[in-house]
C-alpha cells in the first residue's frame, strides 16, 4: 500500500497517512471543508498540496475524522469498484510528510494513532 493512496469514503476524500502495521493496519485522514464549525484548523491545504482540491476552497486535514483500516482491503476495493479512487490518485509524498508532521502533535489524534506515524 502506497503512503498518500487516495480513495472516496462517504463524500470525502481519504488517503493513507502510515505504512502498515505487522497487522496490515494503516492510519487515513481526509481532506474537509475549513468552515467556523470545523474543529480539525491544525493542518490547512489547498491546490498547491494536492490537486484534487479546489482552488481558492478552504479545505484541512479531518484528523478527527481520521480511520484505522486494512491495507489489503483498501486495495481490493480500489481493484474491485467499491471504493472509488479521486483524480490525482495520490497525494504527493510532500503533502503527506506535511500531513505526517501535523498528525504526530495533533490534538484532534489518539496516542495510538499518533505512534503509527
Known sequence: MA???AFFRREHVYFVL??????????CVNFTTLDDECIDDECPVDYADYA???VGHPTTIAF???L?????LIDQCLQDGKLQ???????PAATVAKVAAV???SRE????RRDML
Open 3 to 5: 503512503l498518500g493512496t
Open 18 to 27: 502510515s505504512d502498515p502495521t505487522p497487522q496490515g493496519k494503516v492510519l
Open 68 to 72: 484505522v483500516l486494512n491495507s489489503a
Open 109 to 112: 489524534l489518539s496516542q495510538e
Open 85 to 91: 479512487a479521486p483524480s490525482p490518485p495520490i497525494v
Open 52 to 54: 484534487w482540491i479546489q
Open 103 to 105: 498528525g504526530k502533535i
Open 64 to 66: 478527527s475524522k481520521s
